[in-house]
Nanobody, 123 residues
Framework: VQLQASGGGLVQAGGSLRLSCTVA????????MGWFRQAPGKEREFVAA???????YYSDSAKGRFTISRDNDKIRMYLQMNSLKAEDTAVYYC??????????????????WGQGTQVTVSS
């Protein structure tokens, strides 16, 4: 299984970005996907997760501003980020695992990871 994240960049505070994650090699339909981020000097933290096609979970910081989604026909996941803030600056990673984990917000629960894409929000 290989994941590849893209779509990061430099944006002004208040702006928007859409991250994409392409997943290759995963089989079946019983898997979970998520987005995490890691700022310099900080631990990797949960942003959003998607169970099946429409059950979504968000961190408190992402709720109301970010939307996680996926294509039905392709193994591709998205993170639409609106109203970006300087504190959203981080490397964003997509992740996947077979099955669902109750503690879906824990990075250790995910088996497969993308390489990360940098998001920088200027204030």
């Amino acid at each position: 299984v290989q994941l590849q994240a893209s779509g990061g960049g430099l944006v002004q505070a208040g702006g928007s970005l859409r991250l994409s994650c392409t997943v290759a090699g995963i089989t079946g339909n019983d898997y979970a996907m998520g987005w995490f981020r890691q700022a310099p000097g900080k631990e990797r933290e949960f942003v959003a997760a998607l169970r099946w096609y429409s059950i979504r979970y968000y961190s408190d910081s992402a709720k109301g501003r970010f939307t996680i989604s996926r294509d039905n026909d392709k193994i591709r996941m998205y993170l639409q980020m609106n109203s970006l803030k300087a504190e959203d600056t981080a490397v964003y990673y997509c992740a996947a695992r077979y099955g669902w984990a109750v503690n879906y917000y824990d990075p250790a629960q995910y088996t497969y990871w993308g390489q990360g894409t940098q998001v920088t929000v200027s204030s």
